[in-house]
């Protein structure tokens, strides 16, 4: 079946414009998540949606950065008034959740996001 | 806190075996999971631990203790394609604790 699709795969923005990411997560996944990979660097977690509960937004950066999943399935990141610091990948994961447990997470391929 | 400490880069030879360490400290654990990461590439899953123990699938293995906080993936007969970034990371009550990941780099 389909993976985690992302799109768009490359978006270049000038400084102090919107950006919005996309992600479509693999029917069925009830959890989605959304990271932030900068070069070299390891994944950073940015927030996570379950189900119908309040979403988790712990690892948002600041109040420039904002989520929703729609109908528990797609999800848009969205980031404001960008700045140069918010060039890196972002990436969408999605698994299924047993209980309160999420199983392994399928990752989409990931957004590039440059701002100039 | 909560912290994951894996080696920033390890270096091996083709045909040969490899294991990348990782400890953790987590406030709650629901499982180990190792991915790889290809360069310009989202991380795959590899494996998933939860019990002490050693998991085996084909040319990678993995262990878990949860005692000591530490896990290892141990990789046999190394081909060039296995050239990648390997992340641990710690199921703590819902949410994934990723470590930096290893750079593993295979001479022929």
């Known amino acids: 079946g389909a993976g985690v699709s992302q799109s768009p795969s490359n978006k270049v923005t000038e400084k102090g414009k919107d950006v919005e990411l996309r992600c479509d997560p693999i029917?069925?996944?009830?959890?989605l998540y959304w990271y932030r990979q900068s070069l070299g660097q390891g994944l950073e977690f940015l927030i996570y949606f379950q189900g119908n509960s309040a979403p988790d937004k712990s690892g948002l950066p600041s109040d420039r950065f904002s989520a929703e999943r729609t109908g528990g399935s797609v999800s848009t990141l969205t980031i404001q008034r960008t700045q140069q610091e918010d060039s890196a990948v972002y990436l969408c994961?999605?698994?299924?959740?047993?209980?309160?447990?999420?199983?392994?997470?399928?990752f989409g391929p990931g957004t590039r996001l440059t701002v100039t | 806190g909560q912290n994951i400490d894996q080696p920033t880069e390890m270096t091996a030879t083709e045909g040969a075996i490899v294991q990348i360490n990782c400890t953790y400290q987590?406030?709650?654990?629901?499982?180990l999971f190792w991915y790889q990461q290809h360069a310009g590439e989202a991380p795959t899953f590899l494996s998933y631990n939860v019990l002490d123990g050693l998991e085996e699938k084909g040319r990678f293995s993995s262990f878990l203790s949860r005692s000591k906080g530490y896990s290892y993936l141990l990789l046999k007969e190394l081909q060039m394609k296995d050239s990648a970034s390997y992340l641990c990371?710690?199921?703590?009550?819902?949410?994934?604790?990723w470590g930096a990941g290893t750079k593993l780099i295979i001479k022929p």
């Open positions: 990371a710690v199921m703590s009550n819902y949410q994934l604790i």
């Open positions: 994961a999605s698994s299924l959740v047993a209980g309160q447990v999420p199983y392994e997470q399928y």
């Open positions: 987590t406030s709650g654990f629901n499982g």
């Open positions: 029917s069925g996944h009830t959890a």
